[in-house]
């Protein structure tokens, strides 16, 4: 199957193209940016492929099967719709896009033109997760009542000034960046809780002015003192639901620290707490005892899962992965709906 990867940075040359270089079926026919070097170095540093630099030219292509959209958020809209109406099966990196509103014209894209379109939601394709849904939906916890959701580290605002911290570019900060890969495993594991109110508030309060934020060491930097910062550093919320009530704190940046990045799961007969992107313990009793059980299955690689799962899904298109659009735009609703409550400082209902 003849792939293209279209935005040649970080994400891409960490995950995505590695894994489609794992998987005997699929070959990267194009490798696209619209920085022609960055496409350039991709073509060199892989020893194949095509360097391009406008998509349009890869979605042109009839071979080509099936693209990684991995720009920034403020494309995934446009280039996932054209390549589905160009005939393309799509992988989308999270978050799906800036707002709502295109999300949702991502996923009526989908409908229209029937081919697959995933988003990066690649927890969903983690041993540990999977195995910790399993364990929940098996009815060991009892009830859930509340989940819990931190996602806060000390000083780790993304290149300050660039793309991740301009609303226009990103759509939003910690919550659409993090926030939504945490979101996203509370909705995988249980089960898609329909919000019935949502309130939040957003601070950008570390960050600026960009030229004295201290900080140890800033990923997708450096940061450029010219630039926009008009996007959440941290976040506080609280979700009622028809099943638990998901509170939340995240934070880029807090003058605290540690880094707490972890979800616990409180049922009336266990919990659990997951390290974000590690085990997981499970909170009991047995025999009028308190249990604690730690649990790391980690056999696999997600990314490697993900991209494996969207090639088999591309010669399925009538099939559908957990991932798929029409799952994940619940949790932009609800990004949404936290961000709208923020935003005029009330409790919205949805
Ligand atoms: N799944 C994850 O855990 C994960 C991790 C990191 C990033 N991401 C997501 O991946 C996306 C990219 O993030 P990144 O960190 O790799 O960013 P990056 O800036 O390192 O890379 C993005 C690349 O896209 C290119 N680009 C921009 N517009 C383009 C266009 N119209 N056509 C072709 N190329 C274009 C840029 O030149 C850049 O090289 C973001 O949406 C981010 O949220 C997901």
Redesign the pocket.
Known sequence: MKIAV??????????HIPSYMKNSEAEIKYF????PE??QAAVDKYGYGIAV???RDVLADPEIEAVS????????M??SVAALAAGKNVL????AARTLAEAERMLQAQKEYKKVLNI???NRFNDNVREMKRIIDSGRLGEIYQVYVSFRAHRSI??LG???TTKAI?GGGVL??WG??YLDIVMYCCGDPVAKTVSAECFSKLGSPISEYVYEKM??GPPQPDGAYDVEEAITGIVRTDGPVISLNGAWAQNIGVSDTYIDFLGTKAGIRLTYGGSFRVFGTADGKLTEETVDVTKSNM?QNEIDAFIENAKHPETMLPSHVSVNIKTQRLMDALYRSAEEHREVTL
């Open positions: 279209i935005g040649c940075g970080t994400i891409a040359n960490s995950a696209c940016d619209i920085i960055r496409a630099t406008d998509y959209v991995c720009t920034p958020n403020n494309c995934h446009e280039i989308c990196e999270k978050p990066g939601v690649v993304p290149g660039g793309a991740f990103a659409i960046d939504v890969h990923w997708a990314f």
